[in-house]
């Protein structure tokens, strides 16, 4: 199922916790009880939307787990598993100039500093020290690779312009 243009994922429902309906969630925001702040949740399961109202949540060791409103038994709770959670992307809060939610850097053409197309960001993944671009192949691409760039502002990534549809890195198209 393709996401929907004015949403963003921002976590997803892991497992069951306790008996009375709670639910562990792995979430995508940083900090990670930032996915608390978001109380009109859509949780997309098995190809169904489902809207969801968080009642309450909390940190609970390394992840979260939240008590979604009407589900107040193990086993309706159950039913959740591996869910998507997702928000309306008017939801999120503005970021400082020169920072990016992933969702606005997907889809941008990607060019060297050189002017060299290597196509187009596919999707970011976080490795722990640093985000990487995934960045794919495209019509318009100088071969037809695959290419994992590192997300780094400054250094890797010298420009960001999403008017003009384009990221600009200092990269060898060789790696």
Same mark, same amino acid.
């Given at each position: 199922?393709?996401?929907?243009?004015?949403?963003?994922?921002?976590?997803r429902?892991?497992?069951?916790?306790?008996?009375?309906g709670?639910?562990?969630?792995?979430?995508?925001?940083?900090?990670?009880?930032?996915?608390?702040?978001?109380?009109?949740?859509t949780?997309?399961?098995?190809? %169904?939307?489902?809207?969801a109202e968080?009642?309450?949540?909390?940190?609970?060791?390394?992840?979260?787990?939240?008590?979604?409103?009407?589900?107040?038994? %193990?086993?309706?709770?159950?039913?959740?598993?591996?869910?998507?959670?997702?928000?309306?992307?008017?939801?999120?809060?503005?970021?400082?100039?020169?920072?990016?939610?992933?969702?606005?850097?997907?889809?941008?053409?990607?060019?060297?500093?050189?002017?060299?197309r290597?196509?187009?960001?596919?999707?970011?993944m976080?490795?722990?020290?640093?985000?990487?671009?995934?960045?794919?192949?495209d019509?318009?691409?100088?071969?037809?690779?695959? %290419?994992?760039i590192?997300?780094?502002?400054?250094?890797?990534?010298?420009?960001?312009?999403?008017?003009?549809?384009?990221?600009v890195?200092?990269?060898?198209?060789?790696?």
């Amino acid at each position: 199922m393709t996401q929907h243009p004015q949403e963003t994922v921002i976590g997803r429902i892991t497992s069951v916790f306790g008996v009375k309906g709670w639910l562990k969630v792995y979430s995508y925001t940083d900090p990670v009880d930032g996915i608390l702040n978001y109380r009109h949740w859509t949780l997309l399961h098995e190809g %169904r939307r489902i809207p969801a109202e968080l009642e309450t949540g909390r940190r609970h060791g390394p992840g979260i787990v939240v008590k979604l409103k009407g589900i107040d038994d %193990r086993d309706l709770a159950q039913t959740y598993g591996g869910a998507e959670i997702r928000v309306p992307l008017s939801e999120l809060p503005p970021l400082p100039e020169g920072e990016y939610y992933w969702h606005q850097l997907e889809g941008l053409s990607v060019v060297t500093t050189e002017g060299e197309r290597l196509g187009r960001v596919h999707h970011l993944m976080e490795t722990g020290a640093n985000d990487v671009l995934v960045v794919r192949a495209d019509d318009a691409s100088i071969d037809q690779r695959e %290419r994992l760039i590192p997300y780094l502002p400054g250094q890797v990534v010298t420009e960001v312009d999403l008017a003009a549809d384009k990221l600009v890195v200092d990269w060898d198209p060789e790696f």
